[in-house]
Nanobody, 126 residues
Framework: QLQASGGGLVQAGGSLRLSCLASGFTFEYYAIGWFRQAPGKEREGVSC????????YFADSVKGRFTISRDNAMNTVILQMNNLKPEDTAVYYC?????????????????????WGQGTLVTVSS
C-alpha cells in the first residue's frame, strides 16, 4: 500500500514537499516513481528513484526544480518541488515497481508499476 501526501495550494515560485509512505511490502526492493495527471491530460512520469537510491530520473519539465530522495528505514520517498509553475498543477501519484534489492534501474514505464497510491492534488496559482 502507498499513501501520497503533502499536496496543496501554492503560488508560482513556491515549494511543496510530497511524501510517499509505503507499507505491506519489502520497500527496499522497489523503485518508487512519481507520476502526475493534469486536468484533461494523460498521466505522465515525473521522477523515479531506484531501489538502491543511486539511480534517479527526472522528466525534462521538472529537471533542476525537483529533487527526490528515499529513506528505507522509514519506508518513505520524498519529492521536493521548488520553483513551482502553474503547469505543475496536477494530481500527483506515487507508485512502486519491483526491481529487487540494490538496483540502480529507473523507469517511467507504467507497466512496471503494480502498486499505486491514491494521489495528492497540487495546485499552483499564477
Amino acid at each position: 500500500q502507498l499513501q501520497a501526501s503533502g499536496g496543496g495550494l501554492v503560488q508560482a515560485g513556491g515549494s511543496l514537499r510530497l511524501s510517499c509512505l509505503a507499507s505491506g511490502f519489502t520497500f527496499e526492493y522497489y523503485a518508487i516513481g512519481w507520476f502526475r495527471q493534469a486536468p484533461g491530460k494523460e498521466r505522465e512520469g515525473v521522477s523515479c528513484i531506484s531501489s538502491s537510491g543511486s539511480g534517479i530520473y527526472f522528466a525534462d519539465s521538472v529537471k533542476g526544480r525537483f529533487t527526490i530522495s528515499r529513506d528505507n528505514a522509514m519506508n518513505t520517498v520524498i519529492l521536493q518541488m521548488n520553483n513551482l509553475k502553474p503547469e505543475d498543477t496536477a494530481v500527483y501519484y506515487c507508485a512502486a515497481a519491483y526491481h529487487g534489492p540494490n538496483s540502480d534501474y529507473t523507469t517511467m514505464l507504467e507497466s512496471w508499476y503494480d502498486n499505486w497510491g491514491q494521489g495528492t492534488l497540487v495546485t499552483v496559482s499564477s
